[in-house]
């Protein structure tokens, strides 16, 4: 757990006529991060040629992705493959499913189509609409608002024969024509068009036989209902508009089954060819090479034996060793499943080396104490474990919402160590309900702590802080020892910043520092004891730059100014040192400063609450809790997480590792 | 005067928070390779472009889309405002001139067309906007006009009355608008301009660079336009250009105007100030077209370096704001391009050399 799993390199030749069974089984396992072969720089090697794959990779993937839009579009995000899936596979048919696709997107963009001109028809409409609501009809007894009125209204009567026709050509233009009734073989109709469109609507009218008429007085009540009349319409047509939006979706919906097999028959294909991307193969073998976890070789070698009936030559490469190929060893996190909100924030930063340690299972415990001291409230973290719990319930059932479930677990985790804190210094919704357990926080902030801890003012609470953050920078720098050691980086073990000689410097500091209090700031320690604690290691960083010089020397010969180059180098790096790690411990203060705001709004808001009384008091306190929930849980989070990179990880954690991520069903 | 770190540092922050949201070129590839319009801007549905896919899919309607993504440009020039010094909200305000300027240019075009060209009703219509964007222009007007009278005088108390009287002659019997909107932007730059003139030094230089290249790219294109389409002498389209280009002086816009070999005229600026472009210039073009195109995306790329520049430099400056107005409005610029190009069917290698 505290290291990365150990992994090892396989290296495998089978035969060319089992190379599809091993390439299922190694699926099927998807314990195995290939490698290009083409990287091994030998030139047996480079004769070698491709596996060939009946369909081309690109071809596959393309109509996958195709398929998974469409299936979005109905909500439906397709589930990795199972087994069973791999076992049912079977060969693709490029041209039968794009057919299929084809199909369905044509059939999509009729309904497009009609959707478009169902638009233009309400794009019109809406057109007429805004005239009407600017200006007013328009009508003789309806005054228009302004002299500014588009609008062209009039009545008249075409022979029935023609309707079909005109309201057909009326289409094409923003117009209304409002079917008043008939009268014989007569069709009498109210017409609102655009003024700038009458050239092409008096063409329109005459083509259909019009006659201007003065609208009859039974029916002057029309008018009114203009507006309606338009409104109606949009109303249907936007009503269409949803019908044809949902004929789109029940047109995937029908073929759901059918693109989803073909989909995970698809899936499994593009897995099994971007496994055998890596083969090489000469005329009778094929060979692979790959990383996988130590723990998994004897089983996966025992399922290579079985898949080509002993027929292959398995070779096994510690990292390290020189037959391995591509030194850069993917690294797999090894914690347990409870860790994964932590792990999260660890790779958010970036992934270990191999062989150096994973701070992971340090995170947490440094993560939740900041936080709880940050946000130290039984009452408050209980509310942040339900918010929790809910998220995680919510985001559960959504895998691609997966970093949202890890936050709510951190969250839940978040909320626990607050109510531990809580507990420990009395804050119940910022009230001491129960006595304190360690000391009483909000007490020390007002200035009338209760109890006989002997924790009894601000300074008091600065210095726990202080020795915290010590305390994690001794822990950093102990995690870099071990990894030096690790990858056997002897000399900067020693000269390193965060080396022997840079903590040696840090403890010097740390012991003069607190000398000088225990003196009230009068008295430092002896010359001798300075020298010993902060001079010696600081003159042999010196050696830091020459040594340097020795061991990768260059063609260009010593030079005197180097020495000037050196002593340079050597200022700047103490300086570093000694800036750094000051500000580095001085950094854990704003563990104390965040609590004490935090504290000190609750205090605000209790003294608020205090002039009013009943459900004004009730409600002050509700939103004073709900604000810091929020401002504060959010503050002492982000902190925490900055304390832990800036201050903890840059200690000893690069970062530059590169993640596992082997072929498997269930690959991104 | 407030100190730039006080003037900017929050909106320096609000921004980089910003840009880091900005699609990148991996999904601009997703774009480009899907099957189909639905397939792209199912792409988008889960960034912040989701808007489109919800359109699309409930009207089919791509430009009422396009409509929406102007609406949020617009929106998000206003949004920026309330974060700067007041000394740049002036400055924000003249860059606005841009959206005003074109949403007036394309009423004025639909006018144009239905009563000096006598073209049908023009669907373009509908995808104008509507709400004012600086000046509270009556869009509807413009748009049923019947002489360009009516257009200048409802654009009376605005900058662009002027113009309009100026140029309704000249395009009327010209047949063309090309006049009157080279003059419309000849306004918007002398105006941006005189909103940066009074800007800090610093912030100064900063905006006269990156305007400068804008107007070079601007000059590139009516060169191209004036020349091949037009026919235009020399001495006409030089009178035409705008003035404070960053890298095309007039001289060498001659030079490139009558040259044949265009990459020797181009190495000399190239060189210096931007090595890395030197590659472009290796693609031989025979054409004076293709290479006036050439120049053209050399200019964009002068763009992007111009921007990467002002990123990893000095934070605390107005180079920051205009950045992000760059890269948000070339990432729309890019969406624009390919979902148009998917709705017409283009092919993938054709919408990757569009963008």
Sequence with gaps: ?668 | MAGALKKYAFINAKLRGRISKILSDEVFDRLAKASSLDSALDILRDTNFAQLQEIYSSTGDLKKGELELLKKEIELYVDIKQYVYKGSIEFINALLYQFEIENLKNAIRVFFNRKIRNRSSDPNIHYILYEPVIHKIPIDIIINANHFDEVAGVCIGTPYEPIIKKYSETVVSQGSLFRMEAAFDHFYYSNLIAAAAKLDKKDRDIVYRLTGVEIDLQNIDWLIRLKNFYNMPLDAVLAMLIPGGFTLSQAVISELYKAQNVSGILQNFVKGKYPGLTALLSSQTADSQSRLLLIDRILEEIMKQEVHRILAGEPFTIGIILAYFILKRNELKKIRTILNAKKYNLQQQRIESMI
């Design chain 1, 1 to 668: 757990m505290m290291f990365t799993t150990e992994m090892i390199q396989l290296f495998a030749v089978v035969l060319g006529r089992d190379a599809e069974r091993v390439s299922e089984m190694l699926l099927s396992e998807g314990v195995v991060q290939f490698l290009n072969i083409a990287e091994i720089d030998n030139e047996e090697m480079a004769n070698l040629s491709s596996v060939q794959s009946q369909v081309s990779l690109v071809d596959i993937s393309g109509l996958r992705e195709r398929i998974e839009g469409l299936l979005h579009t109905i909500g439906i995000i397709p589930k990795a493959p199972k087994e069973t899936d791999l076992n049912a596979r079977a060969p693709v048919a490029v041209e039968k499913e794009k057919k299929l696709l084809d199909k369905i997107d044509g059939e999509r963009e009729s309904i497009r189509e009609r959707q478009r001109s169902i638009q233009q028809e309400i794009l019109k409409l809406e057109d007429i609409r805004r005239q009407v609501d600017l200006y007013g009809l328009g009508l003789s007894d309806v005054p228009l608002k302004t002299k500014h009125s588009f609008l062209q209204i009039q009545t008249g009567r075409i022979p029935l024969s023609n309707t079909v026709k005109f309201e057909e050509n009326l289409r094409a233009l923003p117009s209304l024509g409002i079917s008043l009734g008939q009268e014989d073989d007569l069709a009498h109709y109210l017409l609102i068009s655009m003024k700038r469109d009458s050239e092409q609507i008096n063409k329109i009218l005459s083509q259909s036989g019009w006659t201007n008429i003065e609208l009859p007085n039974e029916l002057k009540s029309v008018k009114e209902d203009v507006f309606k009349e338009i409104t109606a319409k949009l109303g249907a047509l936007t009503e269409e508009q949803k019908k044809l939006e949902r004929r789109v979706s029940d047109l995937i919906r029908n073929q759901e089954k059918q693109l989803t097999d073909i989909w995970v028959n698809l899936r499994v294909t593009e897995l099994l060819y971007k496994i055998q991307t890596n083969f090489k193969t000469s005329s009778r073998t094929v060979i692979f090479t790959g990383w996988l976890p130590l723990s998994k070789k004897d089983a996966l070698s025992e399922k290579i034996q079985s898949a080509c009936g002993d027929r292959c030559y398995l070779e096994w490469h510690n990292p390290g060793g020189q037959e391995i190929v591509d030194d850069e060893v993917p690294v797999q996190f090894n914690n347990p499943k409870v860790l994964a909100p932590f792990e999260m924030l660890v790779s958010n930063f970036g992934i270990p080396q191999y062989k150096t340690i994973d701070p992971t299972p340090f995170v947490m415990p440094l993560y939740l104490a900041m936080f709880g001291l940050m946000f130290a409230d039984a009452g408050q973290g209980l509310v942040l474990v339900i918010a929790g719990i809910l998220g995680m319930k919510h985001f559960k059932t959504i895998p691609e919402k997966k970093g949202y479930f890890k936050l709510s677990w951190l969250i839940i985790w978040c909320g626990v160590s607050s109510i531990v804190f809580g507990i420990l210094f009395g804050s119940y919704f910022g009230k001491a309900i129960f006595e304190a357990v360690w000391f009483d926080f909000h007490g020390i902030v007002s200035g009338h702590p209760e109890g006989n801890s002997a924790v009894k003012d601000i300074l008091d609470i600065l210095a726990i802080t202080l020795y915290f953050g010590i305390a994690v920078i001794f822990v950093g720098l102990l995690f870099n020892w071990i990894n030096l050691i690790r990858t056997r980086r002897w000399m900067d073990l020693f000269f390193d910043k965060g080396g022997v000689f840079g903590a040696w410097i840090y403890t010097g500091g740390i012991y003069i520092a607190s000398y000088m209090v225990d003196n009230n700031y009068k008295e430092l320690p002896s010359g001798f004891i300075v020298f010993m604690l902060a001079g010696l290691p600081a003159l042999l960083l010196f050696l830091k730059e020459p040594y340097h010089y020795l061991h990768h020397k260059t063609e260009k010969g010593f030079n005197p100014l180097m020495i000037l180059n050196f002593l340079m180098q050597w200022l700047v790096e103490l300086l570093e040192i000694f800036t750094g790690y000051l500000a580095n411990t001085l950094s854990f203060m704003r563990v104390a400063g965040i609590g004490i705001a935090h504290a000190s709004l609750m205090i605000s808001f209790y003294t608020i609450a205090g002039m009013t009384s009943g459900i004004y008091s009730v409600i002050i306190l509700v939103l004073g809790n709900i604000l810091v929930i929020c401002l504060e849980g959010l503050s002492a989070g982000v902190q925490a997480l900055r304390l832990s990179y800036y201050e903890f990880f840059t200690k000893f954690f690069h970062g530059t590792g590169k993640l596992y991520t082997p072929i498997s069903l269930n690959s991104d």
